[in-house]
């Protein structure tokens, strides 16, 4: 295996009813892990968030974490989970700000079957102005050899957010996965 992995994803959605936007949110991140061993890394990792509900233009956030892979005993499980220092920006009409964050994540993978996965993400981002907790469930499960039908429920719990806007967003998807 080689000593460096990468990871980048995407995800976007926007909904409307009856003629009026009611959603859109845009969230990204890149990640670059470097083993140090057969269960532990070190990762970089960079997260971009634009949600225009949720009362901020844009959040921006970047953290160093140690990374440590356990139930590697179980051969249909995986649980990983990283902890880490950064920082988070975070601009919005009413003020911009930065912060330390400290961050602490968690996920678990299990292969239920041959072509189904269950897979529990967890994190928390802790800050002195804000703290961003985000909760995702998932299945996937494989149609053909590249391609699957995922369903997710996520969570997002922001602990300070602007005057009128919730703390909790949920979101529930069914998504097709191309794996390349």
Known sequence: K??????????????????QLTAQRFYTVGSADYQISEVSFIE????YEDDRFSGYDSQTDASVNYGRTTLTNIDNMILTYTAGVGAR?????????????????GDYKWDISDNAMFNQ????????????YRWESSIETNILENLSLKFTFNVKHQTDVPVGRENT???TSVTLVMNF
């Open 89 to 105: 920006r975070s601009d919005s009409d009413a003020e911009d700000f930065s912060e330390v964050i400290f961050r602490l994540a």
């Open 44 to 47: 970089g990792r960079l997260a």
């Open 169 to 171: 967003d949920t979101a």
């Open 121 to 132: 993400i967890l994190s928390a981002e802790a800050g002195d102005e804000t703290s961003i």
């Open 2 to 19: 080689d000593a460096w992995d990468y990871v980048w994803s995407v995800d976007a959605f926007r909904t409307s009813r009856q003629d």
